[in-house]
């Protein structure tokens, strides 16, 4: 049980600190909130961007890879170049029937690296991580509580 626990709690750290440790690196974390890239990268999945230099943009995507958008919204958008026409870019998401309207080379944030599906959810809000930490101490309470009613 001890070695569960310590390998559980090995991979929730290396996580945190890659996930909060990237930004350093120039790589942005976001979470999907739409379907439009199912069954790539699902709703609620945790994306990793690599942001693009925009003077380097056309160098570093190609037709096939999944870029990050700003649209002037809050969240970027997460498409699919399906067509690179000198600094016009054609996204679609994989999901949706119609291609987007053609973007410039400037309004790409960056490239994704790799998406984790679902643990998206909870960088969502700060509930799920109440929850989690309600749930550690309530488990490490009655821990000692059974441990204190075993000595007596």
Same mark, same amino acid.
């Given at each position: 049980?001890?070695?569960? /626990?310590?390998?559980?709690?090995?991979?929730?750290?290396?996580?945190?600190?890659?996930?909060?440790?990237? #930004?350093?690196?120039?790589?942005?974390?976001?979470?999907? /909130?739409?379907?439009?890239?199912?069954?790539?990268?699902?709703?609620?999945?945790?994306?990793? !961007?690599? *942001?693009?230099?925009?003077?380097?943009?056309?160098?570093?995507?190609?037709?096939?890879?999944?870029?990050?958008?700003?649209?002037?919204?809050?969240?970027?958008?997460?498409? /699919?170049?399906? *067509?690179?026409?000198?600094?016009?870019?054609?996204?679609?998401?994989?999901?949706?029937?119609?291609?987007?309207?053609?973007?410039?080379? *400037?309004?790409?944030?960056?490239?994704?690296?790799?998406?984790?599906?679902?643990?998206?959810?909870?960088?969502?809000?700060?509930?799920?991580?109440?929850?989690?930490?309600?749930?550690?101490?309530?488990?490490?309470? !009655? #821990?000692?509580?059974?441990? *204190?009613?075993?000595?007596?």
């Amino acid at each position: 049980m001890k070695i569960i /626990r310590w390998i559980l709690l090995a991979i929730v750290s290396i996580f945190l600190i890659l996930t909060l440790g990237a #930004r350093l690196f120039g790589v942005q974390y976001y979470v999907v /909130r739409t379907s439009s890239m199912h069954p790539s990268v699902p709703k609620f999945s945790l994306v990793y !961007i690599k *942001e693009l230099n925009p003077a380097d943009v056309l160098d570093e995507i190609q037709v096939g890879d999944i870029i990050s958008i700003d649209t002037g919204g809050t969240l970027p958008l997460m498409h /699919r170049i399906i *067509e690179i026409d000198g600094s016009t870019i054609t996204t679609k998401g994989d999901h949706n029937d119609t291609a987007d309207d053609p973007i410039n080379s *400037e309004q790409i944030i960056g490239i994704m690296i790799f998406s984790i599906p679902v643990l998206g959810f909870l960088f969502m809000s700060v509930y799920p991580w109440i929850i989690i930490t309600l749930l550690i101490i309530l488990y490490y309470g !009655i #821990r000692y509580v059974i441990k *204190e009613l075993k000595k007596a």
